[in-house]
């Protein structure tokens, strides 16, 4: 690091404490170079705060409630997908999850020896709404896992208490690997692609600190990765080291670009290597909150989820529909779906809607380069007539290789929110929009919230990611009020 962490000053004015956490950046950034920082004599490529965010206690407990319903949900759409190909379920359920999917990457989330698994961290995107919170997605191969842990330990390192520990991040992580590892002395891979390399240094970072806390970890591309007939190995300088779990770094829509990915699925369909997250395509699809809220599908979620779980998730999740072209009987509308009373029988009629009417957003639901990061993202009321029209067409026509879902798009609440200005050498103050994003490591059957990052971006952003003019902190408990 730039700085450590021993003899923190005391008493530092809000300016001293922004540029103190600035210089704990570790050395080279926790991202590529792709990303800048926000001023030359800034480390961090973000707009660095004072203090933690400060969450009340009622929210605290909702967003660690939340992970258990989360968890309970993929269970049980892990089961909905495996009894709709097995025919106890309706089949269009799995005809919209394989859709687009070549036969070997459906082959592989149907293996028997991974049926019953999901994925072991659990990362959705909250926004705080008038309305109450509501997450946009679920991700379960998130990056910003060391960038939120390098975060908690700096500003924990100011004497700040930190929503799950200052080293709660790292905790989690270790503990989630070594239960699913389920072996003494694990030895883990973190095999990172070319794709995913702008999280590399990240997750070199999480490593050491693994490492420091004697749980051995490697970060690794899958072209480094020694094949033998045993098993798995990764290269270290007193030889080859046999790979107890890898954790999958790749998105799976990249696996024909995976160097040795055959060996890999060769090493784990033989046991001599565990994986996580699931090789399940199904698991990464942003249409499993449609299918949630699929009136034909009731039934399923009730009697899998028990009414406090459904209840929690109706409020949860925004309104979301899989863009399906097929055309509906003259009867028929699609369902749910309303716009100041109006239905709707053709996904193009939304095209007409004026500007303030088009409170929506269409995405990519998964197994596409453009399904994360925001990418393939466009919101309604955002863009042109002619360019949401135009997004409405390519969704219904790329529906057979990649679906994609509406949703309505909920306004976040604003919040005010201080940050240090290197340009003017002051602080200055917004009032801005807030995605938290907490993270949940499963533990046996325990979902343990970590960590949260809040990220605080000006009102005008539609979109709230982490971008150069965003405050990025990670969220602590309220104070005791005096």
Same mark, same amino acid.
């Given at each position: ?39 030359? @004599? ?152 070319? @794709? ?63 160097? !040795? ?76 779906? @309303? ?121 005008? !952003? ?21």
């Amino acid at each position: 690091m730039s700085a450590t962490l021993d003899k923190i000053p005391q008493d530092m004015s809000p300016e001293e404490r922004c540029i103190y956490i600035d210089r704990l950046t570790p050395e080279g950034g926790l991202y590529t170079d792709a990303q800048r920082p926000v001023h030359p @004599e800034a480390n961090s490529s973000w707009q660095v705060g004072p203090d933690p965010w400060r969450l009340p206690d009622r929210v605290l407990r909702h967003i660690e409630e939340a992970g258990h319903h989360f968890l309970a949900f993929y269970r049980a759409a892990n089961l909905l997908y495996n009894q709709s190909w097995r025919g106890i379920q309706p089949g269009w359920v799995a005809g919209y999850l394989d859709s687009g999917k070549p036969e070997s990457v459906v082959a592989l989330g149907r293996m028997n020896r991974i049926k019953q698994h999901v994925p072991l961290v659990i990362r959705p995107d909250m926004i705080p709404t008038k309305e109450g919170m509501i997450a946009t997605e679920l991700d379960s191969l998130p990056g910003g896992i060391g960038f939120t842990a390098s975060l908690g330990a700096r500003y924990g390192s100011l004497d700040e208490p930190i929503t799950g520990g200052p080293d709660g991040m790292i905790d989690g992580f270790e503990r989630m690997l070594r239960s699913f590892a389920d072996t003494a002395a694990p030895v883990v891979a973190v095999v990172v692609s070319e @794709e995913s390399a702008s999280w590399r240094p990240e997750m070199v970072w999480v490593a050491d600190r693994l490492n420091e806390r004697g749980l051995e970890t490697v970060v690794m591309g899958p072209d480094d990765i020694i094949f033998r007939e045993d098993g798995l190995y990764a290269p270290s300088g007193t030889g080859p080291r046999r790979i107890d779990l890898i954790y999958r770094f790749f998105e799976l829509f990249d696996l024909k670009n995976i160097p !040795k990915m055959e060996l890999i699925l060769y090493a784990a369909k033989k046991n001599a290597v565990k994986i996580t997250p699931p090789l399940k395509n199904v698991m990464e699809e942003k249409m499993l909150m449609a299918l949630f809220q699929h009136p034909a599908l009731q039934n399923f979620w009730s009697q899998q989820l028990g009414s406090g779980t459904v209840a929690f998730l109706e409020r949860t999740f925004p309104k979301t529909w899989v863009m399906d072209p097929t055309p509906l009987p003259p009867h028929a509308t699609i369902h749910g779906l @309303e716009v100041k009373g109006r239905p709707f029988q053709d996904w193009r009629e939304l095209g007409s809607l004026r500007q303030k009417d088009r409170q929506m957003v269409i995405k990519p639901s998964g197994f596409s380069e453009m399904a994360w990061g925001g990418r393939g993202v466009a919101i309604g009321h955002d863009m042109s007539e002619t360019d949401w029209q135009e997004t409405i067409d390519h969704a219904l026509q790329s529906f057979d290789a990649n679906p994609h879902i509406l949703q309505i798009f909920h306004n976040g609440a604003t919040f005010p929110v201080e940050h240090y200005d290197f340009a003017s050498s002051s602080m200055n103050r917004f009032r801005g929009r807030v995605r938290l994003q907490p993270y949940y490591f499963v533990v046996g059957d325990d979902p343990v919230l970590s960590g949260i990052q809040a990220t605080v971006c000006p009102p005008d !952003k539609k979109l709230l990611h982490g971008m150069v003019d965003a405050v990025v902190l990670p969220c602590g408990p309220m104070p005791p009020s005096s």
